[in-house]
């Protein structure tokens, strides 16, 4: 298997759906105590919490029972993320790897990097929470760094379902095109509006990648089989 061939890339978007879906079902599920306005998931609450007050919110006060639990749910998530970053790292790089030799130019490949960047991002961003976690109210130096590393993450993420946009208009597929559209169109958006626009503006990320496996899929579909060679 070959980076940039259709399966391989179907096969990456594969692992990125069963890790997202398992994260989902370990992370914790609801705020300890709701932020008013705001559908916010724990998760996304911790990567965007600016200072300790959002960890009440997160796991509850000192004497919840729950607290423990949620603390654990959250560490396990955040460990098998490690396993998500190069899944989704490396499809949007076979994405436009692909892309790049569909279109006949090598410029697309350079958007795959995109992909990887915001892997390493959440590499730190993760890193930091584990640490935010591990010290509470003892982490003002990690609060301080965590968000320039969450908006790299949503922001080349977010720059990657644009170029993959353009790709699908050179590409003559004005629907995938569309899907691709609304992750960088909400990016400053949420970023002005966190509570209440971040939850829609880093969930429309899916609609790309989705965009970008049907795309694969189409490329697979139409390969003869005699064709396939890795």
């Given at each position: 298997?070959?980076?940039?061939?259709?399966?391989?890339?179907?096969?990456?978007?594969?692992?990125?759906?069963?890790?997202?879906?398992?994260?989902?079902?370990?992370?914790?599920?609801?705020?300890?105590?709701?932020?008013?306005?705001?559908?916010?998931?724990?998760?996304?609450?911790?990567?965007?919490?600016?200072?300790?007050?959002?960890?009440?919110?997160?796991?509850?006060?000192?004497?919840?029972?729950?607290?423990?639990?949620?603390?654990?749910?959250?560490?396990?998530?955040?460990?098998?993320?490690?396993?998500?970053?190069?899944?989704?790292?490396?499809f949007i790089?076979?994405?436009?790897?692909?892309?790049?030799?569909?279109?006949?130019?090598?410029?697309?490949?350079?958007?795959?990097?995109?992909?990887?960047?915001?892997?390493?991002?959440?590499?730190?961003?993760?890193?930091?929470?584990?640490?935010?976690?591990?010290?509470?109210?003892?982490?003002?130096?990690?609060?301080?760094?965590?968000?320039?590393?969450?908006?790299?993450?949503?922001?080349?993420?977010?720059l990657s379902?644009?170029?993959?946009?353009?790709?699908?208009?050179?590409?003559?597929?004005?629907?995938?095109?569309?899907?691709?559209?609304?992750?960088?169109?909400?990016?400053?958006?949420?970023?002005?509006?966190?509570?209440?626009?971040?939850?829609?503006?880093?969930?429309?990320?899916?609609?790309?990648?989705?965009?970008?496996?049907?795309?694969?899929?189409?490329?697979?579909?139409?390969?003869?089989?005699?064709?396939?060679?890795?």
């Amino acid at each position: 298997m070959r980076i940039g061939a259709p399966l391989t890339t179907l096969i990456l978007f594969g692992i990125t759906l069963v890790t997202l879906g398992i994260m989902t079902a370990i992370f914790p599920s609801q705020l300890a105590v709701p932020v008013e306005g705001s559908t916010i998931t724990p998760i996304l609450l911790l990567e965007l919490a600016t200072g300790p007050q959002y960890l009440v919110h997160i796991f509850g006060a000192v004497d919840d029972t729950l607290r423990p639990s949620r603390i654990e749910a959250m560490n396990l998530g955040n460990a098998i993320d490690y396993l998500l970053m190069p899944a989704y790292g490396l499809f949007i790089f076979s994405f436009f790897a692909g892309v790049s030799g569909r279109l006949k130019t090598e410029n697309w490949r350079l958007f795959g990097w995109l992909g990887i960047g915001a892997a390493l991002s959440d590499a730190l961003e993760n890193w930091l929470m584990f640490q935010i976690v591990g010290k509470m109210t003892n982490a003002n130096a990690e609060f301080s760094i965590l968000p320039f590393a969450v908006w790299s993450k949503f922001g080349l993420l977010a720059l990657s379902c644009a170029a993959a946009g353009f790709a699908f208009v050179q590409l003559r597929r004005p629907f995938l095109a569309l899907l691709c559209a609304p992750a960088p169109l909400l990016l400053v958006p949420s970023f002005a509006f966190p509570m209440e626009l971040a939850p829609i503006g880093t969930s429309v990320i899916a609609l790309a990648w989705i965009a970008m496996a049907i795309y694969a899929f189409s490329c697979w579909r139409s390969i003869d089989i005699s064709e396939i060679k890795d």
